[in-house]
């Protein structure tokens, strides 16, 4: 493989019980929407299921149907609201689905199909849900009818935010949330997302935790102390030079080298998912060392400037570290979350799962699950 995302699975089962004790014991819902963050959601959900995981967080319908064609027969919310045709096969797939407006829940009655539903309230977030004044009317409304009402949530906006402002809004949604803990005889009872988990973990009486991108070790502002680092981008070195004379080097001449620099091609672009804006500004790691991106980062290939260091020891395909350790840093050099680093990554970079250090699963476009 030219390109790989490794996954280290024992980080990952680390994780889960570090997530657990942050959020003192509440259930957690791993939340694998996007395919797992890009990490692959059917073998992620395999791999948190054997560790006690029952209950799965997705965006669509059809990222849940797709685990369950891959047989994975845990509990599935699909989280991102409902459309009125997609009720039928929610039933078939035995889902559940989160319903937003008194539209969806009247739609949901008339089908009478008996699909579990979790009420989604609106605290701030300002996306989808209810108000919270319409909760209650809501929830007369599906007893009336006899609907499967499993759950209640709501999401934060700003819970992975430190500053002052954000963390006062982040507690008032909690406050305002409150009154939905109080209600009996709902199974699940949910708020706190990977941002809420740490600084949050604590929250009161909601009795399961929707954990997203902290299941890697990661969020929003950065790596977590306590964590382990789930996932790297690698990649290999494909072509090596010696500048016989000052060169342009990539798309557009963005890039001057000098007579006698090693310039190394990498085989990794933006059609892997990293991303064009590192052109000329990021950097990545051959044998321990630094090497600056040199003009522009290509659809399949980019070019790095090779320090004395390594010049004697770089090869042929060799490894090297496209985003590792400073996966948060890179995220920032180019202005952009570390979510849309991870989900971005694209299906023909391979996804190698370790165990014990070495590969366990490998799964890339020849060898599928
Ligand atoms: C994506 C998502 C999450 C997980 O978010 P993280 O920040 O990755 O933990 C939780 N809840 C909802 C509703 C989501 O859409």
């Not at 009420?119 to 977030?125: A, H, L, R, S, Y």
């Not at 080097?249 to 080298?257: H, L």
């Not at 892997?272 to 990021?282: I, L, P």
């Not at 290509?298 to 090779?306: A, E, G, T």
Request: proline share 1%; charged share 30%.
């Amino acid at each position: 493989m030219r390109t790989w995302a490794e996954i280290d699975l024992d980080s990952l089962a680390y994780n889960i019980k570090k997530i657990k004790k942050l959020s003192h014991n509440k259930e957690i819902m791993a939340i694998i929407k996007a395919d797992a963050y890009g990490m692959g959601a059917v073998t992620i959900a395999r791999e948190l299921s054997n560790l006690g995981i029952n209950i799965f967080g997705v965006s669509s319908l059809e990222e849940a149907i797709e685990l369950r064609n891959y047989s994975v027969t845990d509990d599935i919310l699909i989280l991102a609201g409902m459309y009125e045709e997609e009720l039928e096969l929610a039933k078939r797939y035995n889902l559940q689905i989160t319903v937003t407006n008194f539209d969806q829940l009247e739609q949901v009655a008339q089908k009478d199909l008996d699909i579990p539903i979790h009420i989604k309230v609106d605290t701030g977030m300002g996306r989808v849900g209810f108000n919270p004044g319409d909760v209650k009317s809501a929830l007369k409304f599906a007893k009336e009818k006899n609907l499967n009402i499993i759950g209640i949530y709501s999401h934060l906006s700003v819970a992975d935010e430190s500053n002052e402002e954000s963390i006062e809004y982040t507690k008032k949604q909690l406050e305002k949330f409150k009154e939905f803990e109080k209600i009996e005889n709902i199974k699940y009872i949910h708020i706190l997302n990977s941002g809420g988990i740490l600084k949050f973990g604590e929250n009161r009486k909601d009795n399961l935790v929707r954990s997203g991108i902290i299941l890697y070790g990661v969020y929003g502002e950065g790596l977590i102390e306590g964590l382990k680092r789930v996932f790297t981008l690698k990649s290999k070195v494909l072509f090596i030079k010696t500048l016989e004379e000052d060169s342009d080097i990539s798309y557009g001449r963005t890039a001057k080298a000098k007579k006698g620099e090693m310039i190394a091609t990498i085989s990794v672009g933006y059609a892997d998912g990293f991303r064009r804006e590192f052109s000329n500004v990021g950097d990545v790691e051959i044998h321990g060392i630094k090497c600056p991106i040199v003009g522009k980062v290509c659809m399949d290939m980019l070019m790095v400037k090779i320090p004395k260091e390594i010049k004697e020891k770089i090869e042929i395909g060799d490894e090297v570290i496209v985003m590792g350790e400073d996966i948060f840093e890179k995220s920032k050099l180019i202005n952009i979350s570390i979510y849309e680093l991870f989900t971005g990554l694209s299906r023909r970079v391979g996804r190698v799962y370790l165990k014990h250090g070495v590969p366990h699963i490998v799964n890339n476009l020849i060898g599928k699950i």
